[in-house]
Each structure stands twice: as C-alpha cells, then as structure tokens.
C-alpha cells in the first residue's frame, strides 16, 4: 500500500505551517494583546536577529501575559542590544573546530555538520544567532569534504546533523545526507537535533519516519524543549510516532530566566517529556552569547534548582547540568 503523505491526525501540512510565520513585531504584539510600549525595544532587537514564530505557536502563548514562559523564549526585547562584558559573538570559538565547510569536531568519536542555516523558530538566546551560516553551509556538492574527512577518521562513530534546524530541510535532502553517512562504515549513529517536532509537530509525516528508518543506522533525537506549555496534544502524538519507529528521543533545555529557572518548571517538563516517550539529556547553562546576557541564570540557582528536581523526580527524569567550555575534550558537567 503506498504511504499517504500526512497521517490522518494531522490537518495541516507542514510546509504551509512553516511558511505562515509571524515576523513582524508589530503582528505579534496586536496577535496577542500585548503593551504596545514594548513595541520600539522589539523593533531593534528584530534587526539583530529577525523575529520568527510559526502562528501556529499562538495557540501555546497566553495572550496579554508578556511574562508568558513560552513567548519570552521568542519575543525580542531591548535588552538585546546591552554590551556586556563576558558576552561575544562566538562564545564557544568554534572557527578553532571548523576542519571542512559545515563540520565541528570537538570530541574525539563523533563529529556535528551543520546541516541547514534554517529554524521553524528564532530563539533569543540561541548561540548560533551570530554564527556564519554563509561559509558553512556547504549544499550537496559542497559535503564531500566534510563526508571524507569523516571517512578518513575511522574513530567517528556518531555523526549528529544540527543546524539550524536539520529537520527544515526536505525529506528528500535529509535521505541523500543519510545514506551518504550510512556508506561509511565506521559510523553506527546519526543523531538530529531538532526543535521541530516540538514547535511543528506536522513536520513528523510517515514520508519523514520512513526515511530515517530506512537505512542501518541508530536513530538518535534529541529534541529541544525548555518549557512544558510548549507540548500540546498534537506535540506528544509527533513523539509516539518517533518512539514507535525505535527512534532514541531525548530532550535538551537551556536554562532560561523567567522561562524555567525554577525546579518545579523541569519537574512539570520532564514528566511530560517522559510521556512524549523521551528522557531529558541535558540541561545547558546559557552560552555567553552577545544579546542574551538577560537570560542568564546563576551557577548557585542552577544548582538549587538540580537538587530540588532531583527530590522530586527518579533518577531517570534528571538531566545532566552541563556547561560549554571552549577547547575542552567534552561538555563541562556541572556536580550540584
Ligand atoms: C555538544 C556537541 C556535541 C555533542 O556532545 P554530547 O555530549 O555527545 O551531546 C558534539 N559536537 C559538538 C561540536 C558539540 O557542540
Ligand atoms: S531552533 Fe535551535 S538553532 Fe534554531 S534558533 Fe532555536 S536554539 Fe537556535
């Protein structure tokens, strides 16, 4: 029987949510009620880094409520444009781990393509807002570089596609980039991280399920989801369709003020996380990114926070506390 292209569940089709989009502040200000004094700090922000939210995301957004743990995580603000101290462009120094066009290896056995420039989303305190997507976003042809260095390194056992958003990209390219890695032996797992099943859950048709599970490879997905407002009805049906097919789902967070800097904000998430059929991964304290300074949260409240959830939840519900630190042989776990 052939496959229909969207299951019955899902009424809308992923490329037209993906298109309806909300990027002008001015919109999202008068969609949701919000204080119109707000409305010249956004106009600046937006110019750094452009407002972007499917109106589909409405639906989880309180309206009137500024505060609204879900919007503050896309709604630019004046506070962007601070200079702070400590805060950069690249933060991470990636150019050091840039040996071909859209590859990163920082860690011995696996290596991060940055497979599209493209999210569903902007989020404000992404670290990638400033990062150079131009000279690193090579297209198909431009990927036999980055594909023989993986090739010739035969400790590369996991190569995980980022972005960007990987899962923006079209069924058809994401098949070509996997049976691309499947070809070289020594790698056994391509993870995908992704925030799209989260923020367009329409995007998990059968055409997506049948792509990545058609090929040798272990399927790993770690999803990104900081708040549990952010996972309704058609969010958990797009996970069980994922756990079904033996996909590995995780989730990462970042730590976020005024989004989820409380424990019971990762204890309400991670049980519902646990119901999407995913277990949380980590938990990233915020990369010191120019423009995102108001995000950040204390090491001291991180870890308050990691021995409260620890309490409540078992130990499987508990995500690792990790922090980025440049040039280090793995990601920095933080003991609480
Ligand atoms: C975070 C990251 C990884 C993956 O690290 P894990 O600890 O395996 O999740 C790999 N490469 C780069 C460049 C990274 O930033
Ligand atoms: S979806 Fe991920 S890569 Fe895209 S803006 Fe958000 S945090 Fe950054």
């Given at each position: 029987m052939i496959q229909q292209n969207t299951s019955p569940w899902q009424t809308r089709d992923w490329q037209n949510e993906l298109q309806a989009l909300i990027e002008d502040p001015l919109e999202l200000a008068e969609a949701l009620d919000?204080?119109?004094?707000t409305f010249l700090d956004m106009q600046q922000a937006n110019k750094l880094f452009a407002l972007r939210l499917p109106a589909s995301m409405l639906d989880r957004i309180e309206r009137?409520?500024?505060?609204?743990p879900v919007l503050k995580q896309f709604l630019p603000t004046g506070k962007e444009t601070d200079i702070v101290r400590g805060y950069s462009s690249d933060p991470l120094q990636e150019k050091t781990v840039n040996p071909a066009p859209g590859l990163l290896h920082k860690f011995k056995n696996r290596v991060l393509l940055t497979?599209?420039?493209?999210?569903?989303v902007h989020c404000r305190y992404c670290f990638r807002r400033n990062f150079n997507y131009q000279d690193n976003n090579p297209g198909k042809a431009g990927w036999a570089k980055a594909l023989n260095y993986i090739l010739q390194?035969?400790?590369?056992?996991e190569v995980i596609l980022s972005g960007g958003d990987p899962l923006s990209l079209p069924d058809e390219y994401l098949s070509w980039l996997l049976s691309s890695i499947e070809?070289?032996?020594?790698?056994t797992t391509v993870r995908i991280h992704t925030r799209l099943p989260i923020i367009i859950p329409q995007r998990i048709t059968n055409e997506l399920l049948t792509t990545l599970t058609l090929n040798r490879l272990k399927i790993v997905m770690v999803l990104h989801c900081n708040h549990a407002n952010e996972i309704d009805e058609e969010v958990m049906h797009a996970c069980h369709l994922l756990h079904e097919r033996g996909i590995t789902l995780l989730n990462q967070c970042v730590l976020l003020k005024d989004v989820n800097d409380s424990a019971q904000a990762h204890i309400d998430l991670n049980k519902k996380i646990f119901d999407c059929g995913a277990l949380p991964y980590y938990i990233h304290?915020?990369?010191?990114?120019?423009?995102?300074?108001?995000y950040d949260v204390s090491e001291a409240k991180a870890q308050q926070i990691m021995q409260d959830i620890n309490k409540a939840l078992p130990g499987y519900l508990v995500p690792k506390l990790v922090r980025e630190v440049p040039g280090a042989g793995a990601k920095e776990m933080l003991s609480f």
């Open positions: 919000l204080p119109t004094n009137g409520n500024i505060n609204d497979v599209t420039q493209s999210c569903a390194d035969a400790n590369i056992e070809k070289i032996k020594h790698v304290m915020l990369d010191k990114i120019a423009g995102a300074h108001h």
